[in-house]
């Protein structure tokens, strides 16, 4: 599996940003029955889980400092997942990377859980 994210850029604080996840490969067919999710990771801090989303079924997570500024979501065939930022502080600053966790069902906040990553994206957030 391939994954490439977008999306990434330069905003003020209070802002919104959009990134994009596309996937493509072997199991393409089959993301519905994954996982896809967000985490990003601050220069000299440990990759954090943000959001997450159930390919089958639609359920999403998002990490609790998140709620209520980020959105997770995927098209329908759940080839790209979506993550929405709104109301961004300068904390938000870092790479997100998306994630696939193949062949399963929960949303994990642990990157272990994950199998497939995409390049990251850099968000940056002006005060």
């Known amino acids: 599996v391939q994954l490439q994210a977008s999306g990434g850029g330069l905003v003020q604080a209070g802002g919104s940003l959009r990134l994009s996840c596309a996937a493509s490969g072997r199991t393409l067919s089959a993301l519905s029955g994954n996982v896809m999710a967000w985490f990003r990771q601050a220069p000299g801090k440990e990759r954090e889980f943000v959001a997450g989303i159930q390919g089958s079924g639609g359920r999403t997570y998002v990490a609790d400092s998140m709620k209520g500024r980020f959105t997770i979501s995927g098209d329908s065939a759940m080839n790209t997942v979506f993550l929405q930022m709104n109301s961004l502080k300068p904390e938000d600053t870092a790479v997100y990377y998306c994630?696939?966790?193949?062949?399963?069902?929960?949303?994990?906040?642990?990157?272990?859980?994950?199998?497939?990553w995409g390049q990251g994206t850099l968000v940056t957030v002006s005060s």
């Open positions: 994630s696939v966790a193949e062949s399963k069902s929960l949303i994990s906040t642990s990157w272990q859980y994950y199998d497939f």
